[in-house]
């Protein structure tokens, strides 16, 4: 049996056990507490730390207005974002807490961030708070503090273009263009090509079908003609219409695959912007015709020019040389990234009917100059304004026109000359008989545009005058500044051929004016618009914007 001393031994090895288990319990327990503790602190850390860089990405875009030092903007917002969103109590981790660069895509399909990137589009945030206090003291370093990191994109971009009107747009003329360019025969007509230009294609899903890699490989991968038409069509949605995949079918069947095009440069995508470009859209037109301007092999292309127009006979020539081509463009108020179309040099050449029983031929010249467009900032989507807002400024260059000949179009540096009209004999004395004159066509003009969305299909504004109204100005002020003159130099003294040379020239003058003020509509309008030129004014087209909200992409 056991006795009382026995049992109270046996109570007093409980009690022990007891205290021990309960001091066990509260341990555990404060363990559990500081561990939650912990995890709530880290959580609220990271939710801090995302949406300092979310409000400092929205800054740092400019999708408020514009800035003019976005690493000092970020920082600023950040800290504001702090006192916001956490009452100050989260420190930025010296200097390189807020950071601005560009978000990138690896091979495995992960978005990286990339530090001082050329146009930045992203900003990443690092913060740091200290470890909340413990129910149970440890010798952990008391240096530890928390952590979080987040990076958020914000970079608001638009698609722009500056087109040629087609309403003056000649078919055969055209389809000859498209030929020289792309090394294929094509019967396109004016409806198809129209088509184009009426439909829109996502940057990200031409990249995709190219399957060439990323959007960054695919951008800076030169292809054949025919396979960025074949990827151009493909990469329309199925709603697009059908005839427009035909046509952009059409020319990659018949296009030489020797021809190459860059598609980031006729995308119109900076080095740098691949990736934000990818959610971009596109003017499948505008990038046709950049398309096959880049594609020519040739510097010059001659094309005939079958013209009806009284005092014309046979078919002329069109030799039109592209100083610089169309560039359409994916841009942002910070990159400086100019729009445009083409930069062409034209030489006219028309037999023209015997003046007097002598054969005639009338040459003229044309210096085309590029209109541009330039995306000033982009004000996002906010409350109360619903849409984007684009802010462009655009430029109209003046073109000049003249009478006469380049003196070596395909030179270093062409300079128009006088052309001889037509070689006479009077009284047994050869004579040379030269025309010139020169005109402005349109001239320079700065305008500020805005475009407000939303940008469900894409939105044309027109500055200066239509290229068919400033040629017929031009035209006319060719025609009254008509010059004519003959060689050898004083013969025109002499009083026995004046008399019998002056009547000559006389009827020259009558006879190049009706044919001068009919050139604007009948030959050098139809032949520009193909070009992608427009003269005394530009049509500048918002096709799309995007990116003009932030978004997380590493926390």
């Not at 049992?7 to 288990?21: C, Y």
């Not at 001659?302 to 359409?328: F, K």
């Not at 009209?421 to 005109?439: D, F, K, R």
Request: charged share 15%.
């Amino acid at each position: 049996m056991r006795g009382p001393r026995s049992a109270l031994r046996q109570r007093g090895v409980a009690l022990v056990f007891a205290a021990i288990s309960m001091v066990a319990s509260l341990a555990a327990l404060a363990l559990a507490i500081d561990i939650g503790r912990l995890y709530f602190e880290r959580r609220d850390l990271q939710r801090v730390t995302s949406l300092a860089a979310l409000d400092a990405a929205r800054i740092a875009s400019g999708c408020v207005g514009p800035i003019e030092n976005p690493d000092a903007a970020a920082y600023n917002e950040a800290r504001a974002s702090l006192v916001r969103n956490s009452g100050g109590d989260s420190d930025l981790t010296g200097g390189g807490a807020v950071t601005l660069g560009r978000a990138q895509t690896g091979a495995d399909g992960v978005q990286n961030f990339i530090p001082s990137a050329p146009v930045p589009s992203a900003v990443q945030v690092r913060l740091q708070r200290e470890l909340p206090a413990r129910l149970i003291p440890s010798g952990a370093n008391a240096a530890l503090k928390l952590q979080a990191v987040a990076a958020a994109q914000a970079l608001p971009l638009a698609t722009l273009s500056v087109g040629s009107g087609l309403a003056e747009l000649s078919p055969g003329l055209l389809n000859q263009l498209l030929e020289r360019q792309l090394g294929g025969p094509l019967d396109l007509s004016l409806l198809s090509y129209r088509g184009l230009f009426n439909a829109t294609a996502r940057i990200g899903d031409i990249s995709a079908e190219a399957n060439l890699g990323t959007p960054t490989e695919f951008l800076s991968t030169n292809v054949s003609a025919a396979d960025f038409f074949g990827t151009l069509a493909n990469s329309l949605s199925a709603g697009a219409d059908s005839a427009t995949r035909s046509t952009l079918e059409t020319i990659a069947a018949t296009a030489d695959a020797s021809r190459q095009v860059a598609p980031g440069g006729v995308l119109g995508v900076p080095p740098g912007l691949e990736d934000a470009a990818s959610a971009a859209v596109i003017n499948v037109g505008a990038v046709a015709e950049a398309a096959a301007q880049s594609a020519n092999g040739e510097n010059l292309i001659v094309l005939p020019a079958d013209i009806n127009i009284p005092g014309v006979t046979g078919p002329g020539s069109v030799s039109a040389r592209l100083i610089q081509t169309a560039n359409p463009v994916v841009g942002s108020a910070n990159d400086g990234e100019v729009a445009s179309n083409a930069q062409a040099l034209i030489q006219v050449d028309l037999p023209l009917l015997p003046i007097l029983g002598t054969p005639a031929r009338l040459k003229l010249w044309l210096q085309a100059a590029q209109a541009t467009a330039q995306v000033v900032e982009i004000e996002c989507a906010r409350s109360g304004q619903p849409h984007p807002v684009v802010h462009v400024r655009a430029r109209a260059s003046a073109a000049r026109l003249g009478i006469g000949e380049f003196d070596n179009i395909n030179g270093a540096n062409p300079q128009p000359r006088a052309a001889p009209l037509m070689s006479l004999n009077v009284l047994g004395i050869p004579i040379s008989v030269t025309v010139s004159a020169m005109t402005d066509v349109g001239q320079a003009e700065d305008a500020e545009l805005i475009f407000r969305g939303p940008f469900e299909s894409p939105q044309m504004q027109r500055i200066g005058s239509t290229t068919g109204e400033a040629l017929a100005q031009a035209t006319g002020s060719l025609a009254r500044s008509l010059r004519i003159d003959v060689t050898p130099v004083g013969v025109m003294s002499n009083p026995l051929i004046r008399p019998v040379l002056q009547p000559l020239l006389n009827t020259l003058s009558a006879t190049l004016t009706p044919i001068l003020n009919q050139l604007d509509d009948q030959l050098l309008a139809p032949a520009l618009a193909p070009l992608g030129l427009t003269l005394g004014g530009a049509e500048i087209t918002v096709t799309s914007v995007t990116g003009d909200q932030p978004v997380l992409f590493k926390r």
